[in-house]
Each structure stands twice: as C-alpha cells, then as structure tokens.
C-alpha cells in the first residue's frame, strides 16, 4: 500500500538539532474505521500517482488535492479482541 506522506527538514539552529518530521495524509474515516474507533485514516494513493506526488508542481496544488480525492479502493477489518484474565 501507497501512502500519502508529506515530510519536512528543520535545519539546526542555535543550540537545537536539526531534524526531519514527517506525517502521514489522513482523512476521515471510513464506517468501518470508525467502527474500530479510529477517527482519522490513511490515504492510500494509486501507484498511478506516485510519479506526480513524489515531484509535485508547486503551481498546481489542485492536481495534489486530486491525488487525495482518489484513493486506492480499500477494505478494512478489524477483529475484537477480548483481553486475557
């Protein structure tokens, strides 16, 4: 599975290192995500789209937010699991 990420580089600064951060792209989710109790979820992005989220035009902001909008058709299951006494 694809994801959608976005990262960043801080450089150091005074007496503060520099790192890298990075997120993965949510949106809300699905019944059956939020039948698990998550209320956020992964965008899975079509390998498609890989190309032209990996080097984006920064002139066409649209054309990422398509990306975002045409998730891989996913299915989740989640299975209850009862804790041991």
Request: charged share 20%; glycine share 4%; aromatic share 6%.
């Given at each position: 599975m694809?994801?959608?990420?976005?990262?960043?580089?801080?450089?150091?600064?005074?007496?503060?290192?520099?790192?890298?951060?990075?997120?993965?792209?949510?949106?809300?989710?699905?019944?059956?995500?939020?039948?698990?109790?998550?209320?956020?979820?992964?965008?899975?992005?079509?390998?498609?789209?890989?190309?032209?989220?990996?080097?984006?035009?920064?002139?066409?902001?649209?054309?990422?937010?398509?990306?975002?909008?045409?998730?891989?058709?996913?299915?989740?299951?989640?299975?209850?699991?009862?804790?041991?006494?």
């Open positions: 694809l994801l959608a990420c976005i990262w960043r580089h801080v450089e150091a600064e005074g007496n503060a290192p520099g790192f890298d951060g990075f997120a993965a792209v949510t949106r809300d989710p699905p019944p059956e995500v939020l039948a698990a109790g998550h209320n956020r979820c992964i965008i899975p992005i079509r390998p498609e789209h890989v190309a032209a989220w990996l080097d984006p035009d920064p002139n066409a902001l649209a054309a990422q937010m398509a990306i975002l909008e045409d998730p891989i058709d996913a299915v989740y299951q989640h299975v209850m699991v009862t804790p041991a006494t």
